[in-house]
């Protein structure tokens, strides 16, 4: 593993309990930061704790619904009370509930709501705080879907372009203020989001079909794109969707 060098920065991960956010957090962790894991399932948000403290980490986990307003500018305030500053956000968060008609009011209100205002209430509270610090870095996750249509999807797909124009608007607002917005969009990754799908093994493998390198990618492989963007080493990076796919949008 390359170490991006973090020693003694901080970092939040929002849907740091499961999944491509789990990874991120363990992998911000390993790169010496202290990490805010933020989630609304306390029971796999402390574990995640857990686990970056087996390993001689520092994070402390922070109940936050990341649609409501109110609960992400109290858990920025508790990473700043609980470790003094804030030099990377990943705003990673997000429901995708593949078997629902999205069309229906309720699924596409909560998709819009948690996807892409989630987002928004995100980045504008972690840009308040960067912009007094000087600089720092954003990225957020959209998806292939932010990037190319899905017939079965409307509000998923409409959710991950928002975030998608999100991230470019957030490059230029932040562009001479030192603070880099990137998202990340990644294929068909395993995670317990896609577990349901590839438990069947017809539809596991009509996915890595789909995939021009034949597989699904891992939570890892998109932690360690994360780290990079939100690291030095891509201190000439913003408002890049950085696609993580296999090569599934090359054909
Ligand atoms: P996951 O279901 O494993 O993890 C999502 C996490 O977000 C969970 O811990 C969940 O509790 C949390 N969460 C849900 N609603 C929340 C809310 N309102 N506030 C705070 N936390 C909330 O899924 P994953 O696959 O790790 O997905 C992470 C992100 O990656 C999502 O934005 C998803 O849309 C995106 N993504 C996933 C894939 C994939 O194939 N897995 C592909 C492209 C994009």
Aim: net charge negative; charged share 20%; with cysteine.
């Amino acid at each position: 593993m390359i170490d991006y060098g973090f020693q003694g920065k901080v970092a939040l991960v929002t849907g740091g309990g499961s999944g491509i956010g789990r990874a991120t957090a363990l992998a911000f962790a390993r790169s010496g930061a202290s990490v805010t894991v933020a989630d609304v399932d306390d029971k796999s948000g402390g574990e995640t704790v857990e686990l970056i403290a087996a390993h001689g980490g520092r994070a402390f986990y922070s109940h936050c619904d990341v649609s409501d307003g109110a609960q992400v500018r109290a858990m920025i305030r508790q990473t700043i009370d609980r470790f003094g500053r804030l030099d990377a956000a990943f705003n990673n968060a997000g429901v995708n509930d593949i078997s629902a008609d999205e069309y229906r009011d309720e699924v596409w209100a909560r998709a819009l709501s948690i996807n892409l205002t989630g987002v928004m209430l995100c980045m504008r509270e972690e840009a308040e705080v960067m912009l007094k610090q000087g600089g720092g870095a954003i990225v957020n996750t959209a998806s292939i879907n932010g990037l190319v249509g899905n017939p079965g999807q409307p509000a998923y797909s409409a959710s991950k372009h928002g975030v998608v124009g999100l991230t470019r608007h957030g490059a230029l607002r932040w562009a001479q203020a030192g603070i880099r917005v990137n998202a990340v969009c990644p294929g068909v990754i395993q995670t317990p989001m896609t577990d349901p799908l590839v438990a069947d093994p017809q539809m596991k493998q009509l996915i890595d079909s789909m995939t021009p390198m034949g597989r699904m990618g891992s939570a890892d492989e998109v932690a360690q794109a994360v780290l990079w963007l939100s690291s030095d080493a891509a201190s000439f990076v913003t408002g890049h969707p950085l696609v993580i796919d296999g090569g599934a949008t090359a054909v």
